[in-house]
């Protein structure tokens, strides 16, 4: 079912400073930065798998909210399988309570959906649909 960590989501209150600390500690730079969804993205690659930094631009976004409540920090886990629609019903099956019944198109232009926190031990998880 998982074939690989995606991305690792991680919410942060200004994706600039963010991106420099990571540039100066680590040598790591972004791919890519856009804004889009009340968000400004940032995807940087490491290894197989990638860091996405989210700031919001809304304080109504549930991402502000996420770092009003909790701070700055790790927002989700993206985990990439294959037929996404198979892998939802599955967990429907189980009595998973999922966010997002159907797939919609993320950030990366691929369907994702994610798992209700509640159902899965605290954990935000989004499934990512592999690239074919």
């Not at 996420?66 to 198979?86: C, P, T």
């Amino acid at each position: 079912m998982i074939k690989n960590i995606s991305h690792i989501g991680i919410a942060v209150k200004d994706l600039t400073e963010t991106i420099q600390f990571l540039e100066e500690a680590f040598a790591l730079k972004p791919a890519k930065v856009v804004e889009q969804q009340a968000m400004r993205l940032a995807f940087i690659p490491v290894g197989d798998s990638e860091i996405e930094l989210i700031e919001p631009t809304d304080p109504k976004h549930s991402i502000s909210k996420f770092i009003e409540r909790r701070g700055e920090g790790i927002h989700h886990i993206s985990l990439e399988v294959e037929e996404i629609e198979k892998v939802l019903e599955k967990l429907k099956k189980q009595k998973i309570k999922l966010i997002d019944e159907k797939p919609r198109i993320g950030a990366h232009g691929v369907k994702i959906a994610f798992i209700d926190p509640e159902s899965a031990k605290g954990i935000t998880i989004e499934l990512c649909e592999a690239n074919q």
